[in-house]
């Protein structure tokens, strides 16, 4: 009930409102008029006057379109000097009568046209040819004159046209006047700003670079003035012409303005086009100049950490090319669209620059519309790698502290968190990629397809190796062979590692060559770490192998090697080495000793130790090292053992020598033997 009274007042003002719009009366300049007498169709104006209009379509021509040809053909036929009424007639024929001149149509009428005047089409078309008659008429005729009273008649007959003709005179001289003086104003402005070269007008400096010289910005300046000069020229040109057409309105054609207006702006265009140009030319001038000044500042050799990728003179060559690239493409560019702004201020041309702008703009038109359209996925896409973003660092934080002890899980080495981390990031990534794909522009396309399926196959065929490393990489890693810093035997390789990926392992040895080697390699090779080995138990045993004769005492051999390997700078006391002999041939037993050290990573330093200290070792025990194919005769030869680990009384033994009888013996029955 309290909504009631609020309806029926809005069904009454709904009322009031649908009475009004039924009643509306139209009003000009607060004056009634009525709405049958304002005039339909589109009107045919030649001059200043109205001759007709057309109401009707033709064809696929609109009546405004039927209206703008008429005018033109009118134009052409009255602008002819020699006129003959004679000449217009009109043809009847099954849907149109035309009027036509000289065998040329001018314009077809239609039933609806006639019907719109209420004629029928051949009394309207004969209306029309004595309205267009009519037209010729107001227009001047020439006039003979064979005797002094036809001047006077003359002047009198045409004294209105007389005066207007003085008028365009005295507007050519004043534009002449104007355009003297204007070239003096301009001649001493074009002095003074000379003049204050270096004073005023000063070079631009930037960090003590100099990026536009004082002659260049006073060119520049110049170029301007003599631009706005020729723009005021031009606009007094156009309008010392309008005035002469408003004097002479017979002479004005619609045609003829266009053609004016087009050279006009065609000159006016060209001169900002050239200004333009210049503009652009001293700008590249002037930073190709200021280029080389900027080495040390503004430009700096490319570095990436210790690696020198561009030196400052290459830098500054690449940047020289890319400004003489940018400057020819805008100048190209530019070119481009002052022709087709050239040919639109014709009407003949003008079809031809809608033709040159939409090779520009129905391409620009299609990327905005698909940008646009783009948008909600584009934005889909930035949410989705926000995302993404924030995940990876919360689980890189989870993996640091893995890495650094904050976090302890059961069999998981610490080692193992950033690679992991690297194999989770990767998967975060690949999946944001998969769910990220189908919003990507063009991504349901079959030419997107096909390129993926390409590239997936290329790529299936041409990685398998850097698979197979990848693989094996991974199964490295967690099969914890060896960390960065171990020293490894990988195959027949030596060395510390000192980096480790997911596609190669990277060694170097003791002599300092950096070997990388495949993970795929390292995978099929056997893995000897013994760094590992010397942190895990007694420590490493490193062993070596001599050779001696039968005739030393055994024991007297493994006190020898054991003291040599006690005097060996890090090999360990305890345990304490011992001594193995693991073979007993023809001339000599093998001996090998065997010794603990926690120091793999000098092992080449301490085979070198413990081999002087044999050698010395032996040598105070006087044990000489003549195995395995070392042979001396003991008669009359000096003992290997250095002089100094000899006793002083110590003489060479002399040579023997036996004096034999008879070499040749008889037997029993007499016979040599």
């Not at 696929?60 to 002819?80: D, G, V, Y």
């Not at 968190?417 to 690949?430: G, L, N, W, Y």
Request: one cysteine or more; a positive charge.
């Amino acid at each position: 009930m309290k909504k009631l009274p609020i309806i029926i007042l809005v069904i009454a003002f709904s009322s009031m409102l649908y009475a009004q719009e039924n009643t509306i009366t139209p009003y000009i300049d607060n004056k009634q008029i009525d709405i049958d007498s304002i005039p339909k169709g589109e009107p045919v104006i030649v001059g200043d006057k109205e001759l007709f209009r057309i109401h009707s379509v033709l064809g696929p021509f609109s009546s405004k379109e039927r209206a703008s040809a008429t005018i033109q053909r009118l134009n052409r036929i009255l602008e002819k000097k020699l006129f003959d009424r004679d000449k217009l007639k009109v043809i009847t024929s099954e849907f149109t009568t035309d009027i036509v001149y000289d065998n040329a149509i001018i314009m077809s009428i239609t039933a609806i046209d006639a019907k719109e005047e209420n004629k029928n089409p051949d009394e309207l078309a004969n209306a029309y040819i004595e309205t267009i008659a009519d037209i010729q008429k107001t227009r001047p005729q020439h006039t003979i004159v064979n005797k002094p009273e036809d001047i006077y008649t003359f002047i009198i007959n045409n004294r209105d046209t007389l005066i207007k003709a003085v008028v365009a005179l005295f507007s050519s001289i004043v534009f002449l006047i104007i355009y003297y003086f204007l070239s003096k104003l301009f001649s001493k402005i074009y002095t003074v700003v000379e003049k204050r070269k270096g004073t005023t007008f000063k070079s631009i400096i930037i960090k003590n670079n100099e990026i536009i010289s004082d002659s260049t910005l006073v060119s520049l300046l110049v170029s301007i003035l003599k631009a706005v000069k020729l723009s005021a020229v031009i606009g007094l040109l156009y309008l010392l012409i309008t005035i002469i057409f408003i004097l002479f309105p017979w002479a004005k054609s619609a045609s003829v303005m266009n053609i004016i207006k087009g050279i006009l702006l065609t000159i006016l265009t060209t001169v900002i086009a050239i200004g333009i140009f210049k503009t652009i030319k001293i700008g590249m001038k002037a930073l190709q100049d200021n280029i080389s000044n900027w080495k040390g500042t503004l430009i700096k050799p490319l570095k990436i950490k210790t690696v020198s990728v561009l030196t400052e003179e290459q830098s500054v060559n690449i940047l020289k090319k890319m400004i003489l690239a940018f400057y020819i493409i805008l100048n190209i560019f530019l070119l481009y669209i002052f022709i087709p702004i050239i040919f639109s201020y014709f009407e003949f041309t003008s079809t031809w620059a809608d033709s040159l702008f939409g090779y520009i703009l129905t391409p620009l038109k299609m990327m905005i519309s698909a940008f646009a359209g783009f948008l909600p996925n584009l934005f889909f896409i930035f949410v989705i790698i926000f995302v993404n973003r924030y995940v990876i660092k919360l689980t890189k934080v989870i993996f640091d502290e893995i890495a650094a002890g904050n976090i302890a899980i059961h069999n998981f080495h610490q080692d193992w968190a950033e690679p992991t981390f690297k194999i989770v990031r990767s998967m975060i990534i690949i999946f944001t990629i998969i769910v990220v794909f189908p919003y990507l522009p063009g991504s349901q396309s079959d030419a997107f397809k096909g390129i993926s399926i390409f590239l997936g196959i290329l790529f299936s065929l041409g990685s398998t190796s850097v698979i197979a490393n990848i693989v094996a990489g991974t199964i490295l890693t967690y099969m914890y062979a060896f960390r960065i810093g171990d020293r490894v035997k990988i195959g027949d390789t030596v060395g510390d590692v000192i980096e480790k990926t997911l596609l190669v392992t990277r060694v170097k040895t003791v002599k300092n060559i950096m070997v990388t080697i495949p993970n795929s390699i390292v995978m099929g090779s056997h893995i000897i770490n013994y760094t590992t080995s010397s942190t895990h138990g007694e420590g490493l045993i490193l062993c070596t192998t001599i050779t001696l004769g039968y005739d030393i005492p055994w024991k007297k051999v493994h006190d020898t090697l054991i003291n040599a390997a006690l005097a060996t700078a890090d090999i360990k006391k305890q345990p304490s080495p011992f001594v193995l002999q693991t073979g007993l041939d023809d001339f000599y037993v093998s001996y090998e000793v065997n010794c603990y050290t926690d120091r793999p990573e000098i092992m080449a330093r301490i085979y070198s130790e413990l081999h002087q200290n044999i050698q010395d070792k032996c040598s105070e025990a006087g044990i000489e090292i003549l195995s395995p194919h070392y042979t001396a005769a003991r008669d009359g030869n000096a003992s290997t053992i250095p002089g100094q680990s000899l006793q002083e009384t110590y003489q060479a033994p002399p040579f023997v020598i036996k004096i034999i009888d008879k070499l040749i013996k008889k037997d029993k029955n007499g016979d040599d033997k």
